[in-house]
Structure formats: C-alpha cells, structure tokens
C-alpha cells in the first residue's frame, strides 16, 4: 500500500472527474494488465471518467504450487466447494473500500463509481461492492464467480440492493468454469438481486465483442 494507505494504482482520466471506475485485475497480474481497454471502450461521459487500476499486493498463492505473486486473497482451488480465505479475503475488502471512500472525498459520488474485475479482481469487486455501506454506480465481474457466498446474506448493505451487476464469461473458461459462475449468478438472483449476464465463445480472456458491450453498458450507468 501507498504512503497514504491507498492501495497504489494506474489511474488514467481527469484530475476533478464526474465518473469513477475501479478495475481489479487478476491472480498474477497487476494494473497495468487491463490498461490497453480503458482506450477501447467508448461511451458519452468518458472524458468525465477516471479510471483507477489498483495493483495488488504479493503473497504466496497455494493453488499455484505456493508461488509468491501478486494476489488479492490466496485460492486454495476453485471449485463449489473449496475452502475459501475468509481472512484474506475480508482484508482487501477494505483495503478496495478504503479506494472507493478516497474517490467520494475527492468529490465522486458513490452513485458515480463502478467497481469492476477480472477473474479474482471480479470476485473481490462482486464481494466488496455488495457490503458497501453507500448505492454504488455498479458492479462489472468478468470471468468470475461470487466469494464467501454463504456470509452474504447477512452481510450485505440495503444501500446496494438495487445496484445494476453485469456478469461476463467465457463458454470455454478452463479456469474458473461456467457452472461456478452460473452458481454466483443464481445465488445472487435468490438474494433478490437482479444479474445481466452475458456469455462468448471464448476461454479467460476478454474479447473485442465484449468491450463493445461494456462500452454499452457503461452508457447506461454512467449517466
């Protein structure tokens, strides 16, 4: 974390912005890795928009042999029912938190700021999002699935019972498979929420169909 207790990050956009969006990348990656896509992306209030891609921090990761890399909780697999890191898991949800409050100070509304991810930045975006004490603009989880499942319930904040959740995957992901994801979208829908899901033909990737629609759905959010 940075001096000032913020997670450090790329950010791209103005420096007084209307719009704020928070993009968590994957296990093993940092910020730079979803960079190139803020270019792509094309929707009316882009130029009000900032864009913050935080970097996690490193640690040993037991699905991937205890390899140290950058990692926002540890897996230990991934699968319906693998063991989850309640505790690793909880920590970055404030640490993504303490993101989100230092975008409202500096003048963004939290009904301004969409908070998105990639793989296990979705699952930390799906997770921090929906226990944030203030209505946020929305949620975009790609290629993901919903952690800590079983706590939601309870933990949830009311402020966010409406926001708008986009959920993207691949039909051929061999990493975090559909059915894992379609299991995050149900539970979800039985919590009362209402999920837009969205499906390509392709593995853990994002594909040149999909910016386009995040680029539409942007233009419905961030009005």
Not at 162 to 167: C, D, Q, R, S
């Amino acid at each position: 974390m940075s001096d000032n207790g913020i997670l450090p990050a790329v950010i791209l956009g103005p420096d007084k912005p209307e719009y704020s969006v928070i993009w968590l990348h994957g296990l093993g990656a940092d910020g730079h890795d979803f960079e190139p896509i803020a270019a792509d992306l094309e929707f009316p209030n882009k130029s009000k928009t900032r864009f913050i891609f935080p970097h996690a921090p490193t640690q040993a990761v037991t699905i991937n042999a205890g390899h140290v890399m950058p990692a926002w909780y540890d897996i230990i697999d991934i699968s319906e029912y693998a063991q989850e890191d309640e505790q690793g898991i909880q920590g970055t949800e404030k640490k993504i938190a303490n993101l989100i409050e230092n975008e409202i100070q500096s003048g963004v509304s939290a009904k301004n700021i969409v908070l998105a991810g990639f793989s296990q930045g979705g699952a930390m975006a799906l997770h921090t999002a929906l226990r944030f004490s203030q209505s946020l603009a929305g949620i975009l989880a790609l290629s993901t699935y919903l952690p800590l499942s079983g706590s939601l319930a309870a933990e949830r904040k009311d402020e966010n019972l409406e926001i708008p959740i986009m959920m993207m995957h691949g039909d051929y992901d061999p990493v975090v498979p559909i059915k894992l994801a379609q299991i995050s979208k149900q539970c979800l829908f039985e919590l009362g929420w209402s999920v837009q899901w969205q499906t390509y033909p392709m593995e853990h990737n994002v594909c040149p169909e999909q910016i386009d629609d995040i680029s539409k759905w942007f233009t419905r959010i961030l009005v």
